[in-house]
């Protein structure tokens, strides 16, 4: 995992809302796009983002193309974070 992209693709309010609404269950590019007032290709393009910093799973079914939540490397972020809050106490 590049924490780089991934620090990257979180930094942006509208990544992290698609990831929050992924919580739930997968959810195709079309009923991620319904929550937002913006185009389907600027939905596209955060998504894009979202895959290439391993964020999000994408497969598709028929003529769709669905999203999931990568938890194994919001996990893996969490530790990372949660050994840094551990650190040095003085």
Do not use: C
Not at 5 to 17: G, M, W, Y
Not at 48 to 64: G, P, T
């Amino acid at each position: 995992m590049s924490f780089g992209q991934t620090f990257k693709a979180l930094s942006d309010p509208v990544r992290r809302e698609i990831l929050t609404l992924l919580k739930t269950g997968r959810m195709s590019a079309g009923e991620i796009g319904s929550h937002f007032d913006m185009t389907g290709a600027t939905i596209s393009y955060h998504l894009s983002i979202l895959k290439k910093a391993d964020l999000v799973h994408e497969s598709k079914y028929k003529n769709f193309i669905y999203y999931e939540l990568n938890t194994s490397v919001v996990e893996e972020l969490m530790a990372w974070l949660s050994n840094l809050k551990g650190g040095n106490k003085a």
